[in-house]
């Protein structure tokens, strides 16, 4: 019989996967998990530790692989802890979301009689938000630019993210021997990348403020992979930089840099750098029409929008129902919202407001319907205000689905029942998933 201990090499039957998309094989009492193992398959592993009674471990070699096998195709595989599905097919992919969802709902009692077809999109290049570690290392004398390995701080070199858009400026091997050519050489901690519908911006964050030489390199070598870009009909680019820990952001190149938008329900919303925005523009384009049939807003209705953003709902709800109320916790969003709201003439109160403070809620006047997308640790301080006010509708879309489904749990309990509910693959290649609740409130208690 297989028995864990460190170092050791064993031979495991994979049966099972975790929410985060390892494989699970079991030996006696022992659980193992298996990064980058897939159902069905029979592996070798070398175990790495162990903790919480799991035997953490390494694939060394996959003995019998699964038919929904494919080749990772990225290089950095595994080792750059983001696109960690990539050794399934994508519709497996998809396929285990949908599987890992509905688990969750049923472990907490929820009922969907009905799932919709799960939205997808182009399953690479999709990535419109990214942030690439800089490290200087003095013995090499060489920069390094990549992603965090897993969850530590350590970066490997990367050379392109095939998951971020085509574009010169995106092949970052090349940008190892431009930032070794600067005298701030050490002071470079990160790259961003906010990859807009107009422009992508490229936001340096430094230790200390470049000076004139420095910047002068950057700009000019900008220059040379915009003119690469627009060659291949690629968008303009922007060159920022911030040299304080959450200070503004000065832009170097352009001189007069357009805002950044990008197109929901037809229309350019505005995108500053630190705002939050769905990662996946096409998958983004899509949730939006979803919401918009299952919520059927119309005209006299009141709407909130809990955890509004940059208005990437309450600006196309707005555009159909009287009184939308947009309620946000970051201040810069909000003060935006408003004023795109404004000059559109569209009926959106922008309100700003930490909805982790229960009783946030209390003064408003009941809407007749409520979308609400809260961060990762879901919305548990809202849903007794909203079970109390029994809204007719309720729309929560959620990027994850454990705490979806704890809230879920608490107006199923209420009388709230789901009536439509379907999966989006915002993130492609990784276990990470998206998913849309239709709750109609039916009137009596289900509990
Ligand atoms: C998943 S994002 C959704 C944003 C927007 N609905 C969209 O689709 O782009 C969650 C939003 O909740 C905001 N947020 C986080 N904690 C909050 C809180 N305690 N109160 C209000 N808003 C909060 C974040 O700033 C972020 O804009």
Same mark, same amino acid.
């Given at each position: ?23 699970? =094989? ?28 799991? &035997?953490? *471990? ?28 990539? !050794? ?13 969802v509905a688990r969750e709902f049923a472990r907490q009692g929820?009922?969907?009689?009905? +799932? ?7 399953? +690479? ?11 200087? *290392? ?5 920069? %390094? ?8 701080? !350590?970066? *490997? ?11 010169? #400026?995106?092949? &970052? ?10 005298? /701030?050489? =050490? ?8 990859? /807009?519908?107009? #422009?992508? =911006?490229?936001? $340096? ?19 040379? &992979? ?5 060659? /291949? ?19 170097? +190149?352009? #001189? ?5 938008? !990008? ?30 049939? &299952? ?17 990437? %709902? ?8 009287? !009184?939308?109320? =947009?309620?946000?916790? @970051? ?11 404004? @000059? ?39 849903? @007794? ?26 107006? *199923? ?24 609740? $239709? ?9």
């Amino acid at each position: 019989m297989n028995q864990g201990s460190n170092g050791k090499t064993l031979t495991l039957t994979i049966d099972n996967m975790t929410s985060d998309g390892q494989g699970v =094989a079991r030996s006696g009492r022992d659980v193992y998990f298996v990064p980058g193992a897939i159902p069905g398959e029979q592996v070798e592993a070398r175990i790495e530790k162990r903790s919480k009674k799991i &035997w953490h *471990s390494r694939l060394l070699k996959v003995i019998t692989p699964s038919e929904y096998r494919v080749p990772a195709p990225c290089p950095h595989y595994l080792r750059c802890g983001g696109c960690d599905m990539q !050794h399934m097919t994508y519709e497996r992919q998809v396929e285990f979301k949908q599987d890992r969802v509905a688990r969750e709902f049923a472990r907490q009692g929820v009922a969907v009689s009905d +799932w919709a077809l799960p939205i997808v999109a182009e399953p +690479w290049g999709y990535r419109r938000k990214a942030r690439l570690g800089v490290r200087y *290392s003095k013995e090499q004398n060489t920069n %390094f630019v990549g992603f965090r390995e897993g969850a530590s701080h !350590h970066i *490997s070199n990367v050379d392109r993210c095939a998951v971020l858009p085509d574009h010169p #400026a995106l092949e &970052w091997q090349d940008w190892r021997p431009l930032l070794n050519s600067l005298d /701030a050489r =050490a002071l470079v901690t990160q790259i961003e990348v906010i990859a /807009a519908d107009n #422009a992508i =911006a490229l936001v $340096l964050r430094a230790l200390k403020p470049l000076q004139d030489g420095d910047r002068n390199k950057l700009v000019s070598q900008l220059k040379g &992979w915009q003119k690469q870009g627009e060659e /291949a009909g690629l968008l303009p680019l922007q060159l920022w930089l911030r040299s304080e820990k959450d200070g503004e952001a000065e832009c170097l +190149w352009p #001189a007069q840099p357009d805002t950044l938008h !990008h197109f929901v329900d037809g229309m350019p919303l505005n995108l500053a750098l630190t705002d939050f925005v769905q990662v996946n523009g096409d998958v983004n384009r899509a949730m939006v029409a979803q919401a918009l049939e &299952w919520l059927a807003p119309t005209e006299d209705e009141r709407i909130w929008d809990l955890f509004a953003g940059h208005g990437n %709902f309450s600006m196309p709800l707005a555009r159909r129902s009287k !009184h939308v109320v =947009a309620l946000e916790v @970051q201040n810069s969003m909000v003060t935006s919202l408003a004023a795109q709201a404004e @000059q559109l003439a569209l009926p959106l109160q922008a309100v700003c407001a930490d909805l982790s403070d229960e009783g946030r809620l209390a003064h408003l006047e009941s809407p007749n319907a409520i979308l609400l997308d809260p961060p990762r640790a879901g919305a548990a301080e809202v849903m @007794q205000d909203i079970a109390r006010r029994r809204i007719p509708r309720v729309l929560y879309v959620s990027c994850d689905a454990a705490t979806l489904a704890r809230d879920l749990n608490v107006l *199923s309990q209420q009388g709230y029942a789901v009536t439509k509910a379907g999966i989006m693959d915002m993130f492609p290649q990784t276990h990470h998933v998206e998913t849309m609740v $239709l709750l109609e409130y039916q009137g009596k208690s289900h509990g």
